[in-house]
C-alpha cells in the first residue's frame, strides 16, 4: 500500500481496443475482449490501493455511430461480463453501478443490469461505475431537464437553483468528484466523459493501448498523481501554509 493516500475517485477512458486488435490483423471486436483483463487488472490494483472509487467509460452515447457489428459485438460483450463477473465483484466487495441512458439497450441487457447492480448493491470496498451510453452533456441536460419539472411544478423557484442543487440531480451525485482522469491510446481530449465531474481532475494520458495498460503503469498515474499540486483556486503560497498550520 502507498504511504500517500490514494484518489478518492479515479476515472478512465479504456481508448485503444480496436486499434489493438488491428495492430494484429484481428477484428477490433477481439481487442475489446481483451480489454476485458485490463478492466479486471484495473479493478484489482484500486482494491488493493484502497481506493474507493472507479469509473470506466464503457460505451459513449457517439459509440452508436460505429461499425453495426462492433456496437452489436459490445453488446453481447457487456452482456457476457455482467453475467460471467459479477460473482467476482461480489466476492471482493465491489458495488457495481451503471451510468448512462440504459433505455436503448436490449431488454435482456437491461434486466442483467439491473440484476447485478441489485446484486452487489451493499458492497463498500469499492464502488464500480460502468458508464455505458453516456455522455457528459446528456448527463448535465437530464440533471437540467429534473430542475426545470420541479420548477414547473411549484417545487423550486428557479433562485433556488445552483452548482450544489444542479451537481445533486447527476449521475454520480452521491459520489465525490473525480480526482484522476487516465486516458489511454494516445488521445488527448475527454470526448464528452463526466464533464462536471471532472472540473478539478488531474488528467494522465498514456500512448498504451487498452489492453495493454498493466498494474505497473495504473500504479504510475497515482504516483504522477501524487506529485501534482492541486490547488482548487489557490495560490501554492496559501497550499503551502494550510499544509504547515494543518
Known amino acids: 500500500m502507498m504511504q500517500a493516500e490514494p484518489p478518492k475517485h479515479i476515472a478512465v477512458i479504456m481508448d485503444g481496443n480496436g486499434r489493438w486488435a488491428q495492430n494484429r490483423s484481428r477484428p477490433r471486436i477481439w481487442g475489446h475482449r ?23 467509460f464503457a460505451f459513449s452515447s457517439e459509440n452508436w455511430h460505429r461499425p453495426e457489428d462492433e456496437v452489436s459485438g459490445l453488446m453481447n460483450l457487456f452482456l457476457k461480463v455482467l453475467t460471467s463477473e459479477v460473482k467476482s465483484l461480489n466476492k471482493n466487495g465491489v458495488r457495481l453501478n451503471i451510468i448512462g441512458d440504459i433505455s436503448r439497450f436490449s431488454p435482456k441487457l ?28 446528456w448527463d448535465i441536460a437530464q440533471a437540467a431537464k429534473n430542475l426545470a419539472y420541479q420548477v414547473a411544478e411549484g417545487k423550486i423557484q428557479p433562485q433556488d437553483i445552483n452548482e450544489s442543487l444542479l451537481g445533486k440531480h447527476l449521475s454520480l451525485s452521491c459520489q465525490p468528484d473525480v480526482d484522476l482522469l487516465i486516458r489511454t491510446g494516445g488521445d488527448y481530449r475527454i470526448s464528452n466523459f463526466l464533464l462536471w465531474h471532472l472540473a ?32 482548487f483556486g489557490q495560490t501554492s503560497q496559501q497550499i503551502q501554509e494550510f499544509a504547515f498550520h494543518g
Open 200 to 231: 478539478y481532475a488531474e488528467m494522465y494520458f498514456t500512448q498504451t493501448l487498452w489492453p495493454d495498460f498493466s498494474e505497473e503503469e495504473l500504479i504510475n498515474a497515482i504516483r504522477a498523481f501524487h506529485c501534482r499540486e492541486r490547488r
Open 34 to 56: 481483451q480489454g476485458v483483463d485490463a478492466v479486471r487488472r484495473t479493478v484489482r490494483v484500486c482494491i488493493e490501493q484502497g481506493v474507493p472509487h472507479l469509473t470506466l
Open 110 to 137: 437491461q434486466s442483467q443490469i439491473q440484476l447485478a447492480q441489485d446484486m452487489t448493491a451493499s458492497n463498500e470496498t469499492l464502488v464500480l461505475n460502468i458508464a455505458a451510453n453516456y455522455g457528459g452533456q
